[in-house]
């Protein structure tokens, strides 16, 4: 397990390993997921810890993209926990997530094509807002002040980022890449202590993607925030990241350092397809 270890063992155990709770942002917990038949997630569990950026891959059809969605509550589980910062989120209804700190991106971009850059980058903002409807229509003091904040905080994403030259173009006419940006502007917008980035290198050319990795960890470290990776570039995850666990129709195979992950058979099977 990662984490610095404890001193919970009883005296002459040989000092039992376990994770200091407090160097832990995100505990997943035996988590299970089942689609009729097919068994997607069968019992995974690991660790996050707080201010690290971890790793999770697996081949294709693992179950990445499915854990994800259950760490953003899109999915309830079929069983398991999953804690953040010590609570469970079993009961936080999806559109609640972001409001206790955990924000996300997408393998398929899921921004408003039609809207500018700086509308979807504030549109992340919101779940920051204490405004209502009744508020909203009519535009109180403070719903203004509140407006005026989200829009100062998401130009500074915006400049950020380097956007500001297509503040204002729809998001739909700009490169694949740009829309990338977008995208993990509109999620740190959200104010993130935990940012679930799903394959974010995804279309990328080579030069981007080297230039992603040295981004992921300038916003882990400017703003303090702990990025759980699901990515196939294998050479950027290894890169970047402090703890890597690895995935395999649904199992948890691996986990570790980069160095050890690379050296574990059950991965190097499951990508390569040597025998057991």
């Not at 700009?174 to 940012?195: D, H, S």
């Not at 300038?218 to 290894?238: A, F, G, K």
């Not at 666990?245 to 649904?250: H, N, P, R, S, T």
């Amino acid at each position: 397990m990662n984490g610095a270890p404890d001193k919970r063992g009883a005296p002459g155990d040989g000092g039992a390993v376990l994770p200091d709770r407090a160097d832990v942002i995100l505990e997943v917990r035996d988590v299970a997921m089942h689609f009729g038949g097919i068994v997607a997630l069968d019992g995974i569990s690991f660790d996050v810890k707080r201010g690290s950026v971890q790793g999770l891959i697996g081949p294709n059809g693992a179950g990445k993209t499915t854990l994800f969605n259950c760490l953003s509550r899109l999915y309830i589980p079929s069983s398991g926990d999953i804690l953040f910062e010590g609570r469970s989120i079993m009961d936080t209804a999806p559109h609640k997530i972001a409001t206790i700190g955990i924000s996300r991106t997408f393998q398929n971009l899921a921004l408003f094509a039609t809207m500018t850059v700086l509308d979807n980058v504030m549109v992340g903002g919101h779940s920051q807002s204490s405004s209502d409807f009744l508020s909203n229509t009519f535009r109180l003091p403070w719903v203004r002040r509140e407006d005026r904040d989200l829009r100062e905080s998401a130009w500074e994403l915006i400049e950020y980022l380097n956007l500001a030259d297509v503040a204002y173009l729809p998001v739909g006419g700009l490169p694949f890449g740009t829309q990338k940006r977008v995208e993990l502007a509109r999620a740190l917008a959200a104010k993130p202590k935990a940012l679930l980035l799903d394959e974010p290198a995804g279309g990328l050319n080579h030069n981007e993607v080297e230039a992603l990795g040295d981004l992921i960890k300038q916003i882990r470290d400017d703003r303090d925030v702990t990025v759980l990776l699901v990515e196939h570039h294998m050479s950027l995850v290894m890169r970047i990241s402090d703890y890597v666990v690895a995935i395999d129709f649904g199992r948890k195979i691996g986990e570790g350092t980069p160095e050890e992950v690379q050296q574990n058979p059950e991965v190097i099977r499951a990508y390569l397809g040597t025998p057991r």
